[in-house]
Protein backbone atom coordinates (compact mmCIF):
# COMPACT_ATOMS: atom_id res chain seq x y z
CA UNK A 1 0.00 0.00 0.00
CA UNK A 2 1.24 3.22 -0.74
CA UNK A 3 2.02 5.94 2.29
CA UNK A 4 0.10 8.77 2.02
CA UNK A 5 2.57 11.70 3.22
CA UNK A 6 1.27 13.98 5.87
CA UNK A 7 3.27 17.59 6.45
CA UNK A 8 2.66 18.91 9.94
CA UNK A 9 4.77 21.16 11.61
CA UNK A 10 3.62 19.69 15.17
CA UNK A 11 7.62 19.84 16.97
CA UNK A 12 7.88 22.15 19.88
CA UNK A 13 8.91 25.78 19.29
CA UNK A 14 9.48 24.55 15.47
CA UNK A 15 8.26 27.95 13.64
CA UNK A 16 7.38 26.10 10.31
CA UNK A 17 4.23 26.73 9.15
CA UNK A 18 1.74 24.29 9.44
CA UNK A 19 1.03 22.07 6.08
CA UNK A 20 -1.62 19.70 5.46
CA UNK A 21 -2.09 17.65 2.92
CA UNK A 22 -1.00 14.48 1.48
CA UNK A 23 2.10 14.67 -0.38
CA UNK A 24 2.31 11.15 -2.13
CA UNK A 25 4.50 12.69 -4.87
CA UNK A 26 6.86 12.71 -1.80
CA UNK A 27 7.18 9.43 -1.40
CA UNK A 28 7.24 8.17 -5.78
CA UNK A 29 8.15 11.27 -7.82
CA UNK A 30 11.16 13.93 -7.88
CA UNK A 31 10.92 14.98 -3.76
CA UNK A 32 13.80 17.23 -4.18
CA UNK A 33 11.82 19.59 -6.83
CA UNK A 34 8.25 18.76 -4.49
CA UNK A 35 9.94 19.59 -1.47
CA UNK A 36 11.54 22.58 -2.77
CA UNK A 37 7.95 24.08 -4.42
CA UNK A 38 6.84 23.62 -0.94
CA UNK A 39 9.57 25.48 0.75
CA UNK A 40 9.32 28.67 -2.17
CA UNK A 41 5.75 28.70 -1.97
CA UNK A 42 5.79 29.22 1.49
CA UNK A 43 8.70 31.33 1.43
CA UNK A 44 10.07 29.05 4.01
CA UNK A 45 13.54 28.34 2.98
CA UNK A 46 15.07 27.98 6.33
CA UNK A 47 13.16 24.85 7.53
CA UNK A 48 9.84 22.83 6.85
CA UNK A 49 8.80 20.45 9.68
CA UNK A 50 7.10 17.30 8.11
CA UNK A 51 5.79 13.98 9.17
CA UNK A 52 6.66 11.12 7.45
CA UNK A 53 4.25 8.44 8.55
CA UNK A 54 5.21 8.70 12.28
CA UNK A 55 9.24 9.77 11.54
CA UNK A 56 9.74 13.51 12.80
CA UNK A 57 11.47 15.19 9.31
CA UNK A 58 12.70 18.84 8.97
CA UNK A 59 14.09 20.11 5.47
CA UNK A 60 16.17 22.68 5.26
CA UNK A 61 16.75 24.76 1.82
CA UNK A 62 18.80 27.50 2.39
CA UNK A 63 22.93 27.78 2.86
CA UNK A 64 22.71 29.10 6.44
CA UNK A 65 20.41 26.78 8.27
CA UNK A 66 22.02 24.49 6.05
CA UNK A 67 25.42 24.80 7.28
CA UNK A 68 24.08 24.64 10.82
CA UNK A 69 22.77 21.26 10.47
CA UNK A 70 26.03 19.63 8.43
CA UNK A 71 28.25 20.77 10.56
CA UNK A 72 26.55 20.20 14.20
CA UNK A 73 27.97 17.56 16.13
CA UNK A 74 24.22 17.17 17.41
CA UNK A 75 23.65 15.89 14.14
CA UNK A 76 26.55 13.79 12.99
CA UNK A 77 24.02 9.98 13.10
CA UNK A 78 21.94 8.58 10.54
CA UNK A 79 18.63 7.61 10.82
CA UNK A 80 18.82 3.62 10.27
CA UNK A 81 16.39 0.94 9.92
CA UNK A 82 16.74 -1.98 12.08
CA UNK A 83 16.47 -4.00 8.75
CA UNK A 84 19.30 -2.02 7.45
CA UNK A 85 21.44 -2.62 10.91
CA UNK A 86 20.62 -6.20 10.79
CA UNK A 87 22.39 -6.53 7.37
CA UNK A 88 25.70 -5.17 8.72
CA UNK A 89 25.09 -1.61 7.28
CA UNK A 90 25.62 -0.39 10.40
CA UNK A 91 29.34 -1.72 10.13
CA UNK A 92 29.90 0.68 6.89
CA UNK A 93 30.88 4.37 7.08
CA UNK A 94 28.21 5.84 5.97
CA UNK A 95 25.73 4.14 8.64
CA UNK A 96 27.77 3.92 11.56
CA UNK A 97 26.73 5.82 14.10
CA UNK A 98 28.79 8.69 15.07
CA UNK A 99 31.03 7.19 17.75
CA UNK A 100 34.74 5.12 18.31
CA UNK A 101 33.96 2.86 15.21
CA UNK A 102 32.60 5.55 13.25
CA UNK A 103 35.53 8.22 14.17
CA UNK A 104 38.27 4.67 13.23
CA UNK A 105 36.36 4.57 9.84
CA UNK A 106 36.50 8.18 9.00
CA UNK A 107 40.58 8.22 10.24
CA UNK A 108 41.39 5.05 7.66
CA UNK A 109 39.07 6.31 4.91
CA UNK A 110 41.43 9.65 5.12
CA UNK A 111 44.68 8.90 5.99
CA UNK A 112 44.39 4.99 4.05
CA UNK A 113 41.88 4.92 1.41
CA UNK A 114 41.46 8.08 -0.17
CA UNK A 115 44.75 10.16 0.68
CA UNK A 116 46.16 12.41 -1.95
CA UNK A 117 49.09 10.10 -2.43
CA UNK A 118 46.49 6.75 -2.91
CA UNK A 119 45.15 8.61 -4.92
CA UNK A 120 47.79 9.60 -7.07
CA UNK A 121 49.07 5.87 -6.79
CA UNK A 122 45.24 4.52 -8.32
CA UNK A 123 46.13 6.97 -11.53
CA UNK A 124 47.46 4.19 -14.04
CA UNK A 125 43.93 2.31 -13.31
CA UNK A 126 41.94 5.11 -13.71
CA UNK A 127 43.72 5.53 -17.22
CA UNK A 128 43.67 2.36 -18.21
CA UNK A 129 39.65 1.87 -17.57
CA UNK A 130 39.44 5.14 -19.65
CA UNK A 131 41.05 3.87 -22.31
CA UNK A 132 39.58 0.59 -21.98
CA UNK A 133 36.19 2.61 -22.56
CA UNK A 134 37.16 4.80 -25.05
CA UNK A 135 37.95 1.71 -27.24
CA UNK A 136 34.27 0.56 -27.17
CA UNK A 137 32.83 3.94 -27.35
CA UNK A 138 34.53 4.14 -30.94
CA UNK A 139 33.47 0.40 -31.55
CA UNK A 140 29.60 1.01 -31.08
CA UNK A 141 29.89 3.97 -32.66
CA UNK A 142 31.23 2.72 -35.48
CA UNK A 143 28.56 -0.44 -35.38
CA UNK A 144 25.40 1.63 -34.54
CA UNK A 145 26.00 5.07 -35.25
CA UNK A 146 25.41 6.85 -32.49
CA UNK A 147 26.40 5.67 -28.25
CA UNK A 148 24.49 5.08 -25.87
CA UNK A 149 26.99 5.98 -23.03
CA UNK A 150 25.77 5.10 -19.50
CA UNK A 151 26.50 1.23 -19.32
CA UNK A 152 29.96 1.82 -20.44
CA UNK A 153 30.39 4.63 -17.78
CA UNK A 154 29.00 2.41 -15.46
CA UNK A 155 31.45 -0.60 -16.52
CA UNK A 156 34.45 1.74 -16.48
CA UNK A 157 32.98 2.81 -12.93
CA UNK A 158 32.62 -1.08 -11.28
CA UNK A 159 35.98 -1.76 -13.13
CA UNK A 160 37.54 0.66 -11.20
CA UNK A 161 36.21 0.16 -7.78
CA UNK A 162 36.05 -3.25 -7.91
CA UNK A 163 39.76 -3.26 -9.20
CA UNK A 164 40.51 -1.29 -5.96
CA UNK A 165 38.38 -3.74 -3.82
CA UNK A 166 38.91 -6.82 -5.56
CA UNK A 167 41.94 -6.31 -7.77
CA UNK A 168 43.43 -9.66 -8.80
CA UNK A 169 40.39 -11.46 -7.33
CA UNK A 170 41.76 -11.73 -3.78
CA UNK A 171 39.43 -12.13 -0.81
CA UNK A 172 40.08 -11.68 2.17
CA UNK A 173 40.15 -15.05 3.08
CA UNK A 174 43.26 -16.07 0.82
CA UNK A 175 44.98 -13.14 1.19
CA UNK A 176 48.19 -13.05 3.66
CA UNK A 177 48.58 -10.41 5.68
CA UNK A 178 50.46 -7.43 3.71
CA UNK A 179 51.82 -4.75 4.21
CA UNK A 180 50.17 -1.81 2.66
CA UNK A 181 52.49 0.14 -0.29
CA UNK A 182 50.65 3.23 -1.92
CA UNK A 183 49.78 1.60 -5.29
CA UNK A 184 48.08 -1.02 -3.42
CA UNK A 185 44.46 -1.84 -3.45
CA UNK A 186 41.40 -0.92 -0.51
CA UNK A 187 41.47 -5.04 0.18
CA UNK A 188 45.27 -4.54 0.52
CA UNK A 189 45.18 -1.10 2.50
CA UNK A 190 42.49 -2.60 5.13
CA UNK A 191 43.89 -5.56 5.54
CA UNK A 192 47.32 -3.94 6.46
CA UNK A 193 46.20 -2.00 9.21
CA UNK A 194 47.19 -2.71 12.55
CA UNK A 195 46.66 -2.52 15.90
CA UNK A 196 43.91 -0.34 17.24
CA UNK A 197 43.12 0.17 13.59
CA UNK A 198 42.83 -3.48 12.39
CA UNK A 199 39.39 -4.04 11.25
CA UNK A 200 37.86 -7.48 11.76
CA UNK A 201 36.70 -9.27 8.44
CA UNK A 202 32.72 -8.64 9.00
CA UNK A 203 34.17 -4.89 8.80
CA UNK A 204 36.12 -5.14 6.39
CA UNK A 205 33.31 -6.94 3.96
CA UNK A 206 31.14 -4.28 4.42
CA UNK A 207 33.41 -1.31 4.00
CA UNK A 208 34.41 -2.31 0.98
CA UNK A 209 30.86 -3.25 -0.16
CA UNK A 210 29.82 0.25 0.54
CA UNK A 211 32.99 1.62 -1.36
CA UNK A 212 31.80 -0.42 -4.31
CA UNK A 213 27.87 0.87 -4.31
CA UNK A 214 28.18 4.81 -3.18
CA UNK A 215 31.44 4.99 -5.69
CA UNK A 216 30.00 3.66 -8.87
CA UNK A 217 27.06 4.74 -9.57
CA UNK A 218 27.65 8.38 -8.31
CA UNK A 219 30.74 8.89 -10.30
CA UNK A 220 28.83 6.87 -13.64
CA UNK A 221 25.68 9.34 -13.10
CA UNK A 222 27.90 12.90 -12.64
CA UNK A 223 29.60 12.21 -16.05
CA UNK A 224 26.58 11.04 -17.63
CA UNK A 225 25.14 14.51 -16.90
CA UNK A 226 28.14 16.54 -17.75
CA UNK A 227 28.44 15.04 -21.28
CA UNK A 228 24.36 15.38 -21.87
CA UNK A 229 25.18 18.90 -21.24
CA UNK A 230 28.13 19.30 -23.36
CA UNK A 231 25.90 17.35 -26.25
CA UNK A 232 23.08 19.88 -25.97
CA UNK A 233 25.71 23.27 -25.81
CA UNK A 234 27.67 22.95 -28.51
CA UNK A 235 29.89 26.44 -27.51
CA UNK A 236 30.89 24.36 -23.96
CA UNK A 237 31.93 21.70 -26.19
CA UNK A 238 34.18 24.14 -28.57
CA UNK A 239 35.64 26.00 -25.43
CA UNK A 240 36.19 22.48 -23.99
CA UNK A 241 38.07 21.07 -27.06
CA UNK A 242 40.36 24.28 -27.11
CA UNK A 243 41.08 24.11 -23.81
CA UNK A 244 41.97 20.54 -24.14
CA UNK A 245 43.75 20.74 -27.26
CA UNK A 246 46.07 23.13 -25.60
CA UNK A 247 46.41 20.80 -22.59
CA UNK A 248 47.37 17.63 -24.49
CA UNK A 249 49.78 18.53 -26.85
CA UNK A 250 51.59 15.34 -26.73
CA UNK A 251 48.24 13.86 -27.16
CA UNK A 252 48.08 12.81 -23.63
CA UNK A 253 45.95 13.60 -20.53
CA UNK A 254 46.99 12.83 -16.88
CA UNK A 255 45.32 14.24 -13.62
CA UNK A 256 47.72 16.59 -12.95
CA UNK A 257 46.91 18.32 -16.41
CA UNK A 258 43.25 18.55 -16.21
CA UNK A 259 43.53 19.84 -12.48
CA UNK A 260 44.55 23.16 -14.06
CA UNK A 261 41.97 23.47 -16.50
CA UNK A 262 40.24 25.85 -15.29
CA UNK A 263 37.01 25.63 -17.99
CA UNK A 264 36.78 21.96 -17.48
CA UNK A 265 36.77 22.58 -13.88
CA UNK A 266 33.86 25.30 -14.18
CA UNK A 267 32.09 22.60 -16.72
CA UNK A 268 32.12 19.71 -13.81
CA UNK A 269 30.72 22.15 -11.41
CA UNK A 270 27.84 23.93 -13.13
CA UNK A 271 26.82 20.47 -13.24
CA UNK A 272 27.39 19.58 -10.20
CA UNK A 273 25.31 22.49 -9.71
CA UNK A 274 22.09 21.84 -12.00
CA UNK A 275 22.36 18.19 -11.51
CA UNK A 276 23.53 17.40 -7.88
CA UNK A 277 23.80 13.52 -7.65
CA UNK A 278 22.18 13.34 -4.32
CA UNK A 279 19.55 16.24 -4.52
CA UNK A 280 18.59 15.40 -1.26
CA UNK A 281 22.24 14.31 0.25
CA UNK A 282 21.44 11.59 -0.49
CA UNK A 283 21.78 10.01 3.28
CA UNK A 284 19.72 12.03 6.06
CA UNK A 285 21.32 13.20 9.30
CA UNK A 286 19.35 12.12 12.83
CA UNK A 287 19.73 14.75 15.71
CA UNK A 288 21.00 13.24 19.04
CA UNK A 289 19.90 15.65 21.27
CA UNK A 290 17.07 18.97 21.18
CA UNK A 291 19.51 21.30 19.21
CA UNK A 292 18.66 25.24 18.85
CA UNK A 293 19.44 26.75 15.88
CA UNK A 294 20.77 30.62 15.54
CA UNK A 295 17.20 31.73 14.77
CA UNK A 296 15.64 30.42 17.59
CA UNK A 297 13.90 27.02 16.15
CA UNK A 298 14.82 24.09 18.05
CA UNK A 299 15.27 20.58 16.61
CA UNK A 300 14.35 17.84 19.05
CA UNK A 301 16.13 14.80 19.45
CA UNK A 302 15.97 11.75 17.59
CA UNK A 303 14.46 13.94 14.36
CA UNK A 304 15.52 13.33 10.40
CA UNK A 305 17.09 16.53 9.04
CA UNK A 306 17.85 16.60 5.39
CA UNK A 307 18.97 19.41 3.28
CA UNK A 308 17.69 20.36 -0.02
CA UNK A 309 20.68 20.31 -1.84
CA UNK A 310 18.67 20.95 -4.77
CA UNK A 311 16.52 23.92 -4.01
CA UNK A 312 19.97 26.07 -2.71
CA UNK A 313 21.62 25.33 -6.45
CA UNK A 314 18.61 26.42 -8.33
CA UNK A 315 17.36 29.55 -5.87
CA UNK A 316 17.60 32.36 -7.35
CA UNK A 317 18.23 34.18 -4.55
CA UNK A 318 21.50 32.00 -4.10
CA UNK A 319 22.60 32.13 -8.02
CA UNK A 320 21.87 33.85 -10.82
CA UNK A 321 20.16 32.16 -13.75
CA UNK A 322 19.27 29.40 -11.85
CA UNK A 323 18.10 27.78 -14.34
CA UNK A 324 21.09 28.43 -16.83
CA UNK A 325 23.54 26.34 -17.63
CA UNK A 326 26.20 28.85 -17.42
CA UNK A 327 29.99 27.05 -16.42
CA UNK A 328 31.06 30.37 -16.82
CA UNK A 329 29.77 31.68 -13.64
CA UNK A 330 32.38 29.82 -11.77
CA UNK A 331 35.58 31.74 -13.93
CA UNK A 332 33.93 34.81 -12.75
CA UNK A 333 33.79 33.73 -9.04
CA UNK A 334 35.66 30.00 -7.90
CA UNK A 335 33.41 28.68 -5.40
CA UNK A 336 34.61 25.81 -3.71
CA UNK A 337 32.35 22.48 -4.16
CA UNK A 338 33.76 20.41 -1.41
CA UNK A 339 31.84 21.18 1.74
CA UNK A 340 33.19 24.28 2.41
CA UNK A 341 30.71 27.10 0.69
CA UNK A 342 26.69 25.33 0.95
CA UNK A 343 25.44 27.38 -2.02
CA UNK A 344 26.88 24.13 -3.26
CA UNK A 345 27.51 21.16 -1.35
CA UNK A 346 26.95 18.35 -3.30
CA UNK A 347 28.90 16.16 -1.24
CA UNK A 348 27.81 17.31 2.05
CA UNK A 349 29.11 19.01 4.79
CA UNK A 350 30.82 19.10 8.32
CA UNK A 351 32.20 15.49 9.79
CA UNK A 352 29.98 13.21 7.81
CA UNK A 353 31.27 15.12 3.93
CA UNK A 354 31.70 12.73 1.54
CA UNK A 355 35.19 10.75 2.25
CA UNK A 356 35.37 9.88 -1.48
CA UNK A 357 34.85 13.33 -2.66
CA UNK A 358 37.44 13.91 -3.99
CA UNK A 359 38.59 10.51 -6.26
CA UNK A 360 35.07 11.24 -7.38
CA UNK A 361 35.66 14.96 -8.53
CA UNK A 362 39.40 13.39 -10.43
CA UNK A 363 37.75 10.70 -11.80
CA UNK A 364 34.39 12.45 -13.34
CA UNK A 365 37.23 15.54 -14.65
CA UNK A 366 39.63 12.98 -15.86
CA UNK A 367 36.89 10.75 -17.67
CA UNK A 368 35.04 14.27 -19.52
CA UNK A 369 38.18 15.43 -20.12
CA UNK A 370 38.95 12.53 -21.84
CA UNK A 371 35.51 11.79 -23.74
CA UNK A 372 35.36 15.73 -24.72
CA UNK A 373 39.09 15.70 -26.39
CA UNK A 374 38.68 11.85 -28.02
CA UNK A 375 35.15 12.99 -29.78
CA UNK A 376 33.40 15.53 -30.79
CA UNK A 377 29.52 14.62 -29.46
CA UNK A 378 26.54 15.69 -31.43
CA UNK A 379 22.85 14.68 -30.74
CA UNK A 380 21.12 11.93 -32.56
CA UNK A 381 18.29 12.95 -34.17
CA UNK A 382 16.67 9.51 -33.21
CA UNK A 383 17.42 9.94 -29.80
CA UNK A 384 16.95 13.63 -28.58
CA UNK A 385 19.08 14.57 -25.00
CA UNK A 386 16.09 14.76 -22.30
CA UNK A 387 16.98 16.02 -19.43
CA UNK A 388 14.09 14.29 -17.36
CA UNK A 389 15.82 12.88 -14.11
CA UNK A 390 14.48 9.88 -11.65
CA UNK A 391 15.46 9.99 -7.90
CA UNK A 392 16.70 6.38 -7.00
CA UNK A 393 19.68 6.67 -5.04
CA UNK A 394 21.31 9.23 -6.57
CA UNK A 395 19.00 11.30 -9.27
CA UNK A 396 19.57 9.80 -12.75
CA UNK A 397 18.73 10.68 -16.08
CA UNK A 398 15.61 8.90 -16.94
CA UNK A 399 16.66 8.26 -20.46
CA UNK A 400 19.80 7.42 -20.46
CA UNK A 401 22.36 9.80 -22.48
CA UNK A 402 22.28 8.58 -25.96
CA UNK A 403 24.46 10.76 -29.00
CA UNK A 404 26.99 10.31 -32.04
CA UNK A 405 30.55 10.25 -30.98
CA UNK A 406 32.91 11.70 -34.01
CA UNK A 407 36.31 10.68 -33.36
CA UNK A 408 38.50 13.64 -33.16
CA UNK A 409 42.57 13.52 -34.85
C1 LIG B 1 30.23 12.29 -7.73
C2 LIG B 1 30.49 11.55 -6.74
C3 LIG B 1 29.89 11.58 -5.35
C4 LIG B 1 28.90 12.36 -4.78
C5 LIG B 1 28.11 13.49 -5.44
C6 LIG B 1 28.77 11.94 -3.41
C7 LIG B 1 27.88 12.51 -2.48
C8 LIG B 1 27.81 12.16 -1.15
C9 LIG B 1 26.95 12.80 -0.17
C10 LIG B 1 26.00 13.95 -0.46
C11 LIG B 1 27.15 12.19 1.03
C12 LIG B 1 26.49 12.55 2.38
C13 LIG B 1 27.33 13.63 3.05
C14 LIG B 1 26.75 14.26 4.30
O1 LIG B 1 25.93 13.66 5.02
O2 LIG B 1 27.13 15.43 4.60
C15 LIG B 1 28.14 11.15 0.82
C16 LIG B 1 28.61 10.29 1.80
C17 LIG B 1 29.47 9.25 1.56
N1 LIG B 1 30.10 8.95 0.36
FE1 LIG B 1 29.97 9.99 -1.37
N2 LIG B 1 29.64 10.92 -3.17
C18 LIG B 1 30.35 10.67 -4.32
C19 LIG B 1 31.36 9.74 -4.51
C20 LIG B 1 31.77 8.83 -3.58
C21 LIG B 1 32.80 7.83 -3.78
C22 LIG B 1 33.62 7.69 -5.07
C23 LIG B 1 32.89 7.11 -2.63
C24 LIG B 1 33.77 5.93 -2.28
C25 LIG B 1 34.41 5.19 -3.14
C26 LIG B 1 31.92 7.66 -1.69
C27 LIG B 1 31.70 7.22 -0.40
C28 LIG B 1 30.88 7.83 0.54
C29 LIG B 1 30.74 7.36 1.93
C30 LIG B 1 31.44 6.15 2.56
C31 LIG B 1 29.86 8.26 2.56
C32 LIG B 1 29.39 8.21 4.03
C33 LIG B 1 30.24 9.13 4.91
C34 LIG B 1 29.82 9.13 6.39
O3 LIG B 1 28.64 8.94 6.70
O4 LIG B 1 30.70 9.33 7.24
N3 LIG B 1 31.26 8.71 -2.31
N4 LIG B 1 28.53 11.14 -0.51
Known amino acids: MEEIIEVTASFLDLVACP ?71 SRAIGFAPNGTYWRLLRRIASGHLFSPRRILAHESLRQLECSTMLRAITNEQKQNGFVSLRKHLQFASLEQHHGKCFWEEKSIETVSRVKGGDSCDFVDVLLSLEGQEKLEDDDMVAVLWEMIFRGTDTTALLTEWVMAEVVLHPEVQEKLHSELDMAAKDGSLADADVAKLPYLQAVVKETLRVHPPGPLLSWARLSTSDVQLSNGMVIPANTTAM ?25 EAD ?16 RRVCPGKNLGLVTVTLWVAKLVHSFKWKQDVDHPVDLGEVLKLSCEMKYPLCAVAMQRK
Open 307 to 331: VNMWAITHDPHVWEDPLEFKPERFI
Open 19 to 89: IFGSLLALSRGLAHRTLASMAWSRDNTQLMALSLGSTPVVVASDPHTAREILTSIHFADRPIKQSAKSLMF
Open 335 to 350: VDVRGNDLRLAPFGAG
